[in-house]
C-alpha cells in the first residue's frame, strides 16, 4: 500500500510563490518506477491535473493554464516529490493533491483516472 502526504499549502497573496512537498511511504527502488502526479480541485469544479512526470524524471506534462508558472520535480532518493508554483493567481485556489500510478500513463499523465494512490490534500488559497 502507498501513502502519500502533502505538504506545504498555505495562503498567499496574488504573485506570490509556493511549493508542495509530497512524500510516499514506499521503497525507494520502488518509489522510482511511479508515475507522479499533481492534481487540484476548486470548489464546484472537477478535479484537473496541473502537472505530472514520469518514472525516469525527465517526461514532465504541464496543461497551459499553468505552464511557464509551475514546475514539478522529484528526488527519488527521498521518495518526494515537489510542485513549485510561481506567479500564483487567485484562480489557482484549490486543493492540491499528489497522485502516484503503478501503470504506464503516457500522454495520459494529467488524466485523474491513470492515477491508483493518493494523498488527503493540502490547501491553496491565493488572494487578488
Known amino acids: 500500500q502507498v501513502q502519500l502526504v502533502e505538504s506545504g499549502g498555505d495562503s498567499v497573496q496574488a504573485g506570490g510563490s509556493l511549493r508542495l512537498s509530497c512524500a510516499a511511504s514506499i521503497s525507494r527502488y520502488t518509489y522510482g518506477s511511479y508515475s507522479m502526479g499533481w492534481f487540484r480541485r476548486a470548489p464546484g469544479k472537477e478535479r484537473e491535473g496541473v502537472a505530472a512526470?514520469?518514472?525516469?524524471?525527465?517526461?514532465?506534462y504541464y496543461p497551459d493554464s499553468v505552464k511557464d508558472r509551475f514546475t514539478i520535480s522529484r528526488d527519488n532518493a527521498k521518495n518526494t516529490l515537489y510542485l513549485q508554483m510561481n506567479s500564483l493567481k487567485p484562480e489557482d485556489t484549490a486543493m492540491y493533491y499528489c497522485?502516484?500510478?503503478?501503470?504506464?500513463?503516457?500522454?495520459?499523465?494529467?488524466?485523474?483516472?491513470?492515477?491508483?494512490?493518493w494523498g488527503q490534500g493540502t490547501q491553496v488559497t491565493v488572494s487578488s
Open positions: 497522485a502516484a500510478s503503478t501503470e504506464w500513463v503516457g500522454s495520459g499523465a494529467l488524466a485523474p483516472q491513470k492515477y491508483n494512490f
Open positions: 512526470i514520469l518514472p525516469g524524471g525527465r517526461a514532465t
